[in-house]
């Protein structure tokens, strides 16, 4: 088990809505990146987060957005939510970005799912 | 840009057999390797990391994995393969150039079926 926790399991939306997932860091760590996992497929980068600044991001448009508080707890918002962003988003904590080789340490994700 | 490829969907293995878990990249430069392990309704466990040095890389469950340049894979691998092995595997990526911020890419995933 990683001390990385999710909230809440589950979350059903319709089109249009807006949703927002929270993340709680493991203790010690200062980074936090977001991940969606659509049914089948892999994570795919969302974007990172290094005390309390968006410090890299994926292949994702404007209305995927987050912040990073000062206790490195992380929030994901999505906006006008369309039924391609019904996922499991995974959020995954890691001690420091940049060039150290850290692994992650995932939290057991949110469901979304978008009617 | 960096990618992984997990050509098999499935692979199934009698218990006590010795797995493979294959796993080719692409990246612009050198890069970091990793390999994930996911149990139904969890979220990603972490195996083990290639970053430099020895080809050969151990990591948790009596997993390795091999680091071939050559050929841009890192197959995952075990000796005797448990039951409980059974799970949904990911490879993924890093290239060394990024630097400023931790993108790492998955491949696909393959199903781990150990048969008892």
């Known amino acids: 088990e990683t001390g990385v926790t999710q909230s809440p399991t589950h979350l059903i939306k319709t089109r249009g809505q807006q949703v927002t997932l929270r993340c709680s860091s493991q203790s010690g760590h200062n980074t936090v990146s977001w991940y969606q996992q659509a049914l089948g497929q892999g994570p795919q980068f969302i974007f990172q987060?290094?005390?309390?600044?968006?410090?890299g991001r994926g292949n994702f448009p404007p209305r995927f957005s987050g912040l990073q508080f000062p206790n490195y707890s992380s929030e994901l918002n999505v906006n006008a939510l369309e039924l391609d962003d019904s996922a499991l988003y995974l959020c995954?904590?890691?001690?420091?970005?940049?060039?150290?080789?850290?692994?992650?340490?995932f939290g057991s994700g949110t469901q979304l799912s978008v009617l | 840009a960096q990618s992984v490829a997990q050509p098999e969907d499935q692979v199934n293995v009698a218990e006590g057999n010795p797995l493979t878990v294959k796993c080719t990249y692409s990246?612009?430069?050198?890069?970091?390797l990793f390999w994930y392990v996911q149990y139904p309704n969890r979220g990603l466990q972490f195996l083990l990391k290639y970053i430099t040095g020895d080809n050969l890389v151990k990591g948790s469950y009596g997993f390795e994995a091999e680091f071939n340049k050559s050929q841009t894979s890192f197959h995952l691998k075990k000796p005797s393969a448990l039951v409980s092995d059974s799970a949904l595997y990911f490879c993924a990526v890093r290239d060394k150039k990024t630097g400023g911020y931790q993108k790492v890419t998955f491949g696909t995933g393959t199903k781990l079926q150990v048969i008892p």
């Open positions: 987060y290094y005390r309390e600044e968006e410090n």
């Open positions: 995954a904590s890691s001690e420091r970005p940049g060039q150290a080789v850290e692994k992650l340490f």
């Open positions: 990246v612009s430069g050198n890069p970091y």
